[in-house]
């Protein structure tokens, strides 16, 4: 049985919010509670399916490392958001690499419950392609981004896709990304010194506030004007 306290926290989920009475007390009776370490694996490219996630207290990196060690980041999974419900869609194994960032604490929805649920009630699966057509959004938009977009405005546009949980937030309650300028770069595929530059630039404009692996938004409004501007290239 899931805490009251968390309860009232997924009710901030977009997803969430809209599900019928019984799928919501389903997750609520059936989901586990699970905790992991710093870097402690939740599952692999490759794993079999085993349930689907949300994070309650600290942070996922949503990625792949190739057999050379390198790191492609695609998301970093913050409360209250959802992950891993690709497989149960497609029923192949998982995509991509799913590792705490951070200590934290992690719902999970064991697959025989979710599988059964959505067996009694085939209509519920129009929920699950919501879930997944939310992530399927936000990497058309990304696609349309680095095809139409200079790095300006690809950065302000992460920005924001954060701070709003990537569609999961049913408004942007928090200024504060906790990200290091590393994974920045790693997601919008550039170096380091170049996201470097451009948040240095946001900074000397009051736009945001850099300390270390924090960004805080001082003007969102101005953010939000940057990434909807029509490129200079």
Known sequence: MLESIYIDHLEHNVWFTQLPVLFKDFIVNSAVQLHFD??????????????IYAVLEGAV??????????AAVAAIVE????????????????SHDAIATQKSLILHIPSTALQLLLQQHPVFWYHIAQLTSQKLRFAFLELISIQTQNISQRLAQRLLFILNGYGNHLSIEKNVIHLSQEQLAQMLTCSRQTINQELQALEQQNILRLSFKKIEILNLAELHRIAHAFPEF
């Open 38 to 51: 710093k870097e402690q694996t939740i599952f692999h490219s490759g794993d079999v399916f085993n349930g």
């Open 61 to 70: 990196r949503l990625g792949y490392i190739d057999i050379h060690g390198k």
């Open 79 to 94: 409360p209250i958001m959802w992950f891993g419900e690709i497989s149960l869609v497609d029923a192949k194994p998982r």
